[in-house]
Structure formats: C-alpha cells, structure tokens
C-alpha cells in the first residue's frame, strides 16, 4: 500500500491544525505507517480566512459531499461541531463505507449509540479520541492498557475553561464573575460560556468515559449535571481551611448493580494529584481492580493538543486499512451487541460528605436548631466553623457532615430554610474525601 486518502470537514481552530499535522509531519507519520497518509479534499463553508497554513486551493471545496463521496477518501475526520449537520455527514461517510475519526463529544454523548451501532454494521472505525481530554490519550488507555482489568472509579477534571475559573478564584480571590469576564478576554472562555461553566461539556465527556469504562449505554440526559457559577471565594477558601480543594469533576462510579454518573463542584484533598491540577489543563484518575490508581494529564483543549489527538486516530485506522481490516478493537472497548443500558444511580441515593454554609443570624440556639435538624435526618457532624460575632445580624456557619445521602440533605436544608434563622441559599458543596 502506497497511501491512504484523508478528507477533512470543517476547517475551524482544530481542523486547521489537523491539516497542518498531515501536511507538516507527512515525513514522520509515513515513517510510523511505512506508507503515507494523503490530504485529498477539505471542505468548509469559508475558503478565504487565512488559518497561517498553505494548502493547494484544488484541495478546498464548499461541499461536505465533495468529500465524502471522494473515490480516493478512505477516512474522514468530522470537525464542525454541534448535532446537525454533523450527524448526517458521519452516517453518510459510514453508509458510503468510510471510517470516520471525530472530536464532536456532543454529539456522541447523545447520538453515540446510533453512529457506533451503524459503524459496526458497516464493518468500518470511529476514532474519537479528542472528544474527550483534548490531546490526553485517555480513551485509548481505557479501551487497550486497561482491557484486561474490571474499572471501578473514575473521576476526571475534563473543562479547561472552569477549571481555569476555580483556579483563579483560589489564587486571586477573586469572584466568579470577574475571573469569567477576564478568561473570556484570554479566550480560555467562549463568549457564550454556558456548557463550560454549566457543566454540560464535562457532562458529555464523562458520559462518554463512562459508556467505555464500564461496557454500557449511559443516556446524557440522566446524567445528573452542575455547574459552578454559585460558588464563591467563600467556599473555596473554607474548603482551604479545611484541606480541600475544589474541582468541577465529573464523576463515574460503580455501585454494586448500578451505576453513578454526576458532574458537580466537589472538595477533594488539596494532598491529591488531582488538586494541583491549574490552570486550563484536564486531568483523569482512573482506579482498576487490579492495576490500582492512574492518572492521565495533559491539554485538554487547542488547536495543536485536539489535532494531534485527531491524526493519531486517523493514524490507527490507517493501519487497520493496510491489514485489510477494521474494528479491530470495539469503538467503546466492549463489542457494541453486548453493551446493556445503565441502570443509573439517582442523585437523591448518592451517599458523600457535604460542606453546608449557612448565612445565620447570630442568635443563641440558632446552631443547635440547625444540628436539631441535620441529626432528624440522620445526618451527623464532623466539625462547624462560625466567624465573626455581630449580635442579631447574620454571619456565615460552615458545617462539614460525614457521609449522608443526598436525598436527606436536600429534605433536611429545606426544613432548615423553614426555621427562619437563616438567611438566602445555602452553599452545598459534595465531598470526595477517600479519592
């Protein structure tokens, strides 16, 4: 075999880098293949933006179909984004006979059922690599260096942009808000940030992650997700005290028979790898029956990480191409006929420790009313912090509970909220203290 043919849709931020790579690195990919890998057809809607690299105009056209229907395009890297008309385009490569390398988590945290079910029935690949930690190789390690093992726990930090914020805050002591407006003038943050600093974007990743770690269908909308936009500087310097620090996880757990799948701001021990995580860097900790703890870190966003995570896939296919062959390792690392549905562990049965901040009037009896409470509801107390003394006025009561279910928290914070001893909203943080 002398080459394999490569198109590429979508021609943005990452789509630029990917060409960049095949163009650039042809030399050193053909030494790794022992045959070359061919740009033959990019498609995008804008052809005159300059994106700081050459490529042959007769390569360029307006029409995702130009690509796919290409005799000499045997994979097809899919890098616009969003639900439609990316689904259409990978279902149409796949029908037409063609593996497919993506980054769209989106669309495979909803959708993934469909476009791996159809993949297996045309006998050809997905690489997805980049859809989940950027340049981090974390699928991979999931589906080949862990294939012999049972995965218990993952908990990753899988959101440059939130965890940038978080890391701001604590450093600066700055506010949510101001630490946004700032990360969106770095461009660490998009000018809509909502699926970042919601957790949609970890929501879709660790649906993903979950689906390969445990060999089962996770529905994205029963994932229960949370975002970060109520935590104060408050919290996180509370959560210092304490030895903690706080990270936007997304978490995937097994629990005898089902399945724990959550995204939300989390305390975990500021002596843990997972906390000296900075910046806009992704990190996953994957613990596995018999290999242990691993942690897998890196970039988890950019042109250059993505791109390079986007070639390696189109590099794996391509030799599975020149063997004559594909699927040779499931898509999601379990064969797609024996994968069931998960049967999820609701939120209101999670079972952690909980950072509790109360704004309280500062009256006598007040926190014994508030402990009254939390013990109704079988919820017990490690420890409490008041400061401050200013009779009659409010002042913040930070309680730390061992481990409770959630679902009596909730019940007994509004009970709490009835009393009329304290103040707005209270904090509710979740704790991972045995990470």
């Not at 259409?88 to 029908?95: C, D, G, K, S």
Request: glycine fraction near 12%.
């Amino acid at each position: 075999m002398n080459e394999i043919g490569v198109g590429v849709i979508g021609m943005g931020t990452v789509g630029a880098g990917v060409v960049q790579i095949l163009l650039e690195n042809a030399d050193e990919i053909a030494r790794r293949l022992g045959f070359g890998l061919r740009l033959v057809k990019v498609a995008d809607k804008d052809l005159d933006t300059d994106r700081g690299i050459q490529v042959d105009r007769s390569l360029m056209t307006t029409d995702a179909a130009e690509v796919i229907g290409h005799p000499e395009v045997q994979v097809i890297v899919e890098l616009i984004g969003g639900y439609e008309p990316a689904k259409t385009f990978l279902l149409e490569a796949i029908r037409a006979g063609k593996s497919v390398v993506t980054a769209n988590k989106a669309l495979l945290a909803v959708h993934g059922d469909e476009i791996f079910g159809e993949a297996r029935a045309r006998g050809v690949d997905v690489g997805f690599e980049a859809s989940v930690g950027g340049g981090i190789p974390i699928l991979r390690a999931v589906r080949e260096g862990l294939a012999s093992d049972r995965i218990e726990r993952v908990y990753g930090i899988l959101n440059g942009t939130t965890n940038y914020i978080l890391t701001e805050m604590k450093e600066k002591g700055e506010s949510f808000d101001r630490v946004l407006r700032e990360a969106q003038r770095l461009g660490y943050a998009e000018a809509d940030p909502t699926f970042d600093v919601d957790g949609v974007d970890a929501a879709h990743k660790i649906t993903i992650l979950t689906s390969m770690a445990f060999g089962c269908r996770v529905p994205f909308d029963q994932a229960y997700t949370e975002g970060i936009r109520d935590l104060t500087p408050q919290d996180i310097e509370y959560a210092a005290e304490f030895g903690y620090d706080v990270k936007l996880l997304g978490i995937a757990k097994r629990d005898g028979g089902r399945v724990e799948v959550r995204v939300h701001p989390t305390m975990i021990p500021s002596d843990h790898l997972l906390a000296s995580v900075r910046g806009v860097y992704n990190a996953v900790f994957v613990e596995a029956e018999f290999l242990g703890p691993t942690l897998y870190y890196g970039q988890g966003a950019g042109r250059r990480a993505t791109a390079s995570a986007v070639v390696a896939d189109v590099v794996e296919i391509a030799r599975n191409l020149a063997k004559g062959g594909a699927c040779r390792v499931p898509a999601r690392a379990f064969p797609e006929d024996s994968m069931e549905p998960a049967a999820l562990k609701p939120i209101e049965d999670v079972v952690c420790q909980y950072y509790l901040r109360f704004t309280a009037l500062d009256r006598p009896g007040v926190l014994s009313k508030i402990a009254g409470v939390l013990g109704a509801y079988g919820i017990s107390i490690e420890s409490v912090v008041q400061k401050g003394r200013d009779a009659g006025q409010a002042v913040p009561l930070v309680i730390m509970t061992h481990e409770a279910r959630e679902a009596d928290v909730r019940h007994a914070l509004g009970e709490i909220d009835s009393l009329g001893v304290t103040l707005g909203r209270p904090s509710l943080i979740r704790i991972e203290s045995a990470l």
